[in-house]
């Protein structure tokens, strides 16, 4: 068995601090039982100087939010020279950011949802897209601030331009794809990343994949493998690739689809984005498709620190 040691990143500042701290315990109790040396930290602003006293062979990262998925940590551990999971800093920063992913994946021939982006203070009483559309946060995750604005509203969500509102100034607004919600796991790096498969995930008492249907039990149910036509299975899988691909993602990514299949409906298939720090609980989606592909919760994290690197 494996005698690396490995620093296990968990928690942090983020909005999404408690499924961090969820999909980091599991990570580490289940690198122990795979025979690693697990150290477990709880990230504050003094990671960096932790990390230098530490010196641990591989910096497994379970952070979730801003500052652990937008470049920022893999900034700080480049600078440390510990090799890391998961995606280095231009893919992460790309990712997170979902105006300039949007981009992106378009410019390699995704199909994309036209969108809008907007300083939230600016939206005023006029819809920034005729309704129904999405309004969502430019650099969050975890569904953390979605409106879904629907077709009878009048004016745009009060609630973006209030003073609660904490999810940053520039907001994105999106055209609403009705229909199925897909999401397709992928692993590896360029020409040697591959899906793993396609899930459909059904929202339960939830008008959409939010953060209660992501993380409350039995807020959501995920069908595996997607109940879809086996065209579309494998179109959802090269679309997840060719985004990992042209994001620059390594390690392990995880797209978002939907696809308007219903009687009367457009038929589009809509990329929405890649994650590339996915919850990672044994019953989360990512570890579920792995463990359908045959790669079991604790082997699949095996290969992800066995995969770590710097300069990702």
């Keep these: 068995?494996?005698?690396?040691?490995?620093?296990?990143?968990?928690?942090?500042?983020?909005?999404?601090?408690?499924?961090?701290?969820?999909?980091?315990?599991?990570?580490?109790?289940?690198?122990?039982?795979?025979?690693?040396?697990?150290?477990?930290?709880?990230?504050?602003?003094?990671?960096?100087?932790?990390?230098?006293?530490?010196?641990?062979?591989?910096?497994?990262?379970?952070?979730?939010?801003?500052?652990?998925?937008?470049?920022?940590?893999?900034?700080?551990?480049?600078?440390?020279?510990?090799?890391?999971?998961?995606?280095?800093?231009?893919?992460s920063a790309l990712a997170m950011d979902k105006v300039q992913s949007k981009r992106v994946a378009a410019a390699a021939g995704i199909p994309i949802a036209p969108s809008k982006l907007l300083n939230r203070h600016e939206i005023g009483h006029e819809h920034p897209l005729p309704p129904p559309y999405v309004i969502k946060p430019v650099r969050e995750g975890s569904s953390f601030g979605i409106v879904i604005v629907k077709e009878d509203q009048s004016h745009p969500p009060q609630v973006v331009s209030s003073p609660e509102w904490r999810y940053g100034d520039m907001v994105m607004a999106e055209r609403y794809v009705a229909g199925r919600e897909l999401t397709c796991g992928v692993i590896g790096a360029g020409d040697d990343a591959r899906a793993l498969g396609v899930t459909e995930i059904v929202p339960l008492g939830h008008a959409f994949y939010d953060y209660d249907s992501k993380y409350v039990k039995g807020g959501s149910e995920h069908i595996l493998p997607a109940r879809i036509l086996p065209e579309i299975y494998q179109t959802v899988q090269e679309l997840a690739v060719k985004a990992h691909r042209a994001i620059g993602?390594?390690?392990?990514?995880?797209?978002?689809?939907?696809?308007?299949?219903?009687?009367?409906?457009?038929?589009?298939?809509?990329?929405?984005?890649?994650?590339?720090?996915?919850?990672?609980?044994?019953?989360?989606?990512?570890?579920?498709?792995?463990?359908?592909?045959?790669?079991?919760?604790?082997?699949?994290?095996?290969w992800l620190v066995e995969d770590a690197s710097c300069l990702r």
């Design 1 to 91: 068995m494996s005698a690396k040691h490995v620093a296990v990143l968990m928690g942090g500042f983020s909005s999404e601090r408690p499924v961090s701290l969820s999909s980091g315990e599991a990570c580490a109790t289940a690198l122990e039982a795979e025979g690693y040396r697990v150290t477990r930290v709880d990230v504050a602003r003094d990671i960096s100087s932790v990390l230098a006293d530490l010196k641990p062979d591989v910096v497994f990262n379970a952070l979730h939010g801003p500052f652990g998925e937008d470049g920022t940590i893999q900034g700080v551990l480049e600078y440390l020279e510990i090799p890391y999971t998961h995606s280095g800093v231009l893919a």
């Design 249 to 302: 993602c390594r390690g392990a990514s995880r797209s978002d689809f939907r696809l308007d299949d219903r009687e009367g409906g457009s038929g589009e298939l809509i990329w929405l984005e890649v994650n590339t720090q996915p919850g990672m609980t044994p019953t989360s989606l990512l570890p579920e498709i792995a463990a359908y592909a045959g790669m079991p919760f604790g082997k699949f994290l095996s």
